[in-house]
C-alpha cells in the first residue's frame, strides 16, 4: 500500500491494528486525545481467539503471563449466588487455548511497548477531517495533519 494510514484512537482496538499492520509491512500513525494514558480501567477477559491473535503478532506469552488463565466461568445473581456454569466452548478452543483475565490498563501497556517507534501521537483530539483530492485532512484540536487512509 502507498501512502499514510492513519488511526483515530490509541484503545486496545487502535494499538492492536497498529501492531498488526506493521507487522503486515504496513507503515501507520495512531493519533490519541489523551495527554498520556494513565493506569485506570477495569479487568476484561480476552477470548481464546483474541489470545491467538496476540500469538500471531508474537506478543501472547507476555499478555498470558500479565493476566489470569480463566478454566472455569460462573454466571452469578449480584449477591454471587450460582445462575449456570459457562460452557466450556467460550472458555477454551479446541487447541486448549483458554480464556484470560486481564486488567485494561496492563494490557494497553503491553501493546504501548510493543508498538514501533514514533507510532503513537498522544495530545491530538480529533476535531474533524475535510477530504480533498488525493488526501485527508484530519483536523485535531493543536493541530492538523494530511494522511491517505483513516481507521
Avoid at 503478532?57 to 456454569?85: F, S
Wanted: charged share 20%.
Amino acid at each position: 500500500m502507498n501512502g499514510d494510514l492513519s488511526i483515530i484512537g490509541g484503545g486496545i482496538t487502535g494499538l492492536t491494528t497498529a501492531i498488526a499492520l506493521n507487522k503486515l509491512g504496513i507503515k501507520c500513525k495512531v493519533y490519541e486525545r489523551a495527554p498520556e494514558f494513565a493506569f485506570i480501567g477495569a479487568g476484561i477477559h480476552l477470548s481464546p481467539n483474541a489470545i491467538k491473535v496476540f500469538k500471531w503478532l508474537g506478543m501472547d506469552e507476555e499478555v498470558v503471563k500479565a493476566g489470569v488463565t480463566l478454566k472455569d466461568a460462573v454466571i452469578t445473581h449480584p449477591n454471587l449466588k450460582p445462575l449456570r456454569k459457562s460452557k466450556d466452548v467460550f472458555i477454551s478452543d479446541g487447541s486448549h487455548q483458554y480464556m484470560v483475565g486481564i486488567h485494561r490498563a496492563t494490557l494497553h501497556n503491553i501493546l504501548v511497548k510493543n508498538l514501533p517507534a514514533n507510532t503513537l501521537h498522544l495530545d491530538h483530539e480529533f476535531k474533524s477531517f475535510a477530504i480533498h483530492e488525493n488526501e485527508i485532512e484530519l483536523n485535531f484540536k493543536n493541530t492538523s495533519v494530511k494522511t491517505n487512509f483513516v481507521l
